[in-house]
């Protein structure tokens, strides 16, 4: 019973010499990506470069314990170090010991936020984000932080979480441009682009393997650090005005909780909750892609608790919010992880390289991290969102307009939330109008369809409606006037016909708007009937006096519908029993 909630005792008893090869080498790999992602993607949440390794040591550990995924490599991301920036900013001066503090609050509140939702089995909530705002939201938030790290880039001081703020800053202090972070930047900025975009079919023509290739490919952001401190040793970066990252303390931080007062934990529950859907989210969409490549299962309330694990390990490690970052996790997947124990592996690379190597840090340009950070987002502004969204579906378009459009103007938490209200409104809007069709039967079968689409034979005394919804509180009374619309365009009606395949539950208020249309039907001298409905449905309606007033009768199939009341006189009211579905 515990190993359901704690996978690492299955994996555990069938660990392997193959499966630790593997892994070690997975996690060497993933390490030396690491590093520099989790320098850089601290100073982009406000935080000190340190606090990047931080969170890059407990969550690894807590995820292995709990996560459900081989491949999923957890740890600092460019969204959520956004997120965290514009959460703790508001209530603290970054570089202050209560910033740091704040920032390690939200990740336990996160965590704990995530482990409940897993052991309640609300992964469900995610849902109500839908792609096309995902995609806007991810497109606007990687603009945004592109922006950010132009501060960098320039040598000039930038601020703001939102687009008009950023701009208006830049454009500010554009004639403090420093040349030698400028070039820094610069030339940073071009090689890893180079390494992105070029680099591995460049090797791939000089004959190097693929293998090797990719290797190269893969370490090449930790060289360009490494150049980088060279760089800024040989030529004294530093005395030019080079903005470094300075000192960065040696070791490992004690496990401690931060003074939390209620009033903190009120500022930054809803900023919190935020984050564990928009990390939730993007993890699980990460493990459940590379779980379908190994042929294994994702349990998305397990990664919820694994998530939220990771969370709390990485608060009480002084990180700050974490999830699966896809980048590192194709990257881990690729290179073989074969169990979560890959993620303890980097978890202990880490907390080496946090031990020896952070003096070095020291000469490491903040320029070089900025166009880190500069390369890795741009990859996830994709603007074919809108083009796809705008031939397929309108209203999904709107969706993903509002979001970038919001998030760009007024910043992340305001864009995903009116993303997620857009999206909420968009489905009622759909679903309160749901697409009705009067239905005939096609000539020489048993199948109906659309008189507005095919040829096919109907009878003057009865109208057959098929509603292709759902019928709840949103779309109830909607259907009682298509009906009346149709019987009273139609003086002939003595049987109107409600064809349900589609109709999948029918709540209290649909089933009074059904009471309604039955008496009303009753008043005009017609009869009602329904067809098609679904088992689950039938139960449901068992329970309630529906069937003690319905005029017509409940037909397993339309087919059998149109045989029997063509049979009868079409102003008699049939007193045959009502049928059952299933």
């Not at 993903?400 to 103007?409: D, E, G, H, P, Y």
Request: aromatic share 8%.
């Amino acid at each position: 019973m515990i190993a359901k909630y704690v996978p690492i005792l299955n994996w555990g008893r069938r660990y392997s010499r193959d499966r630790f090869g593997r892994d070690l080498t997975a996690a060497v790999i993933v390490t030396i990506m690491l590093i520099p992602q989790s320098l850089a993607y601290a100073l982009l949440a406000g935080l000190p470069p340190e606090v990047g390794l931080y969170a890059s040591i407990l969550p690894l550990l807590g995820y292995a314990i709990f996560g459900s995924s081989t491949s999923l490599a957890v740890g600092p991301v460019a969204v959520v170090s956004l997120m965290t920036a514009a959460a703790v900013g508001r209530i603290a001066a970054e570089g202050t010991a209560d910033y740091a503090s704040a920032a390690i609050v939200l990740a336990l509140l996160s965590g704990g936020i995530l482990a409940l939702m897993g052991l309640f089995r609300l992964g469900f909530v995610a849902n109500f984000l839908s792609h096309p705002v995902i995609a806007g939201f991810i497109t606007a938030s990687g603009l945004i932080i592109a922006t950010s790290q132009l501060g960098g880039l320039l040598g000039i001081q930038t601020h703001g979480h939102a687009m008009p703020e950023l701009v208006a800053s830049i454009v500010e202090h554009l004639g403090q441009i420093n040349l030698y972070t400028l070039a820094v930047g610069m030339a940073s900025l071009a090689v890893l682009a180079w390494v992105r975009l070029d680099m591995k079919k460049r090797l791939s023509s000089w004959g190097v393997p693929s293998g090797i290739a990719t290797f190269l490919v893969r370490a090449a952001p930790a060289v360009v650090v490494l150049a980088a401190i060279a760089a800024s040793a040989v030529f004294d970066l530093g005395g030019k005005g080079v903005a470094l990252v300075g000192q960065v303390p040696q070791g490992i931080p004690l496990l401690s909780i931060p003074n939390v007062s209620l009033d903190l934990i009120t500022v930054l529950i809803g900023p919190a909750f935020i984050i564990s859907i928009v990390g939730f989210v993007e993890s699980i969409s990460v493990a459940q892609t590379l779980a379908a490549k190994k042929r294994e299962r994702i349990d998305p309330d397990q990664e919820l608790v694994g998530l939220g694990a990771a969370n709390i390990f990485s608060g009480l490690g002084s990180g700050y919010p974490v999830t699966g970052g896809f980048a590192r996790s194709v990257v881990n997947h690729d290179a073989g992880a074969a169990t979560p124990a890959a993620g303890i592996f980097t978890a202990i690379g880490i907390a080496v390289a946090t031990l020896l190597l952070t003096p070095f840090l020291a000469l490491l340009p903040k320029a070089t991290l900025a166009a880190t950070i500069v390369v890795a987002v741009l990859a996830l502004v994709d603007f074919s969102i809108l083009k796809k969204t705008f031939t397929y579906s309108k209203a999904d378009f709107t969706a993903v307009a509002t979001t970038l459009f919001v998030t760009l103007i007024f910043g992340v938490e305001m864009g995903i939330s009116l993303g997620v209200a857009a999206s909420i409104l968009i489905f009622l809007y759909r679903t309160s109008k749901p697409h009705t069709a009067v239905v005939g039967r096609v000539p020489g079968t048993e199948h109906f369809r659309n008189v507005l689409r095919h040829d096919v034979e109907t009878r003057p005394e009865i109208i057959s409606l098929r509603v292709d919804e759902s019928l709840y509180f949103a779309n109830a009374r909607f259907l009682e006037d298509v009906i009346l619309e149709k019987v009273t365009a139609n003086p002939d009606t003595r049987h109107v016909i409600l064809v349900c395949p589609a109709v999948n539950t029918i709540d209290m208020s649909a089933l009074e708007s059904l009471e309604a249309i039955n008496e009303r039907l009753k008043d005009m001298g017609i009869v009602f009937h329904l067809t098609e409905v679904k088992g689950p449905v039938m139960d449901r309606l068992k329970r309630s006096d529906f069937f003690a007033h319905l005029t017509g009768q409940v037909f397993l199939s339309q087919h059998e519908a149109i045989d029997t009341l063509s049979k009868m006189r079409s102003d008699s009211r049939p007193d045959t029993p009502i049928s059952t579905s299933s």
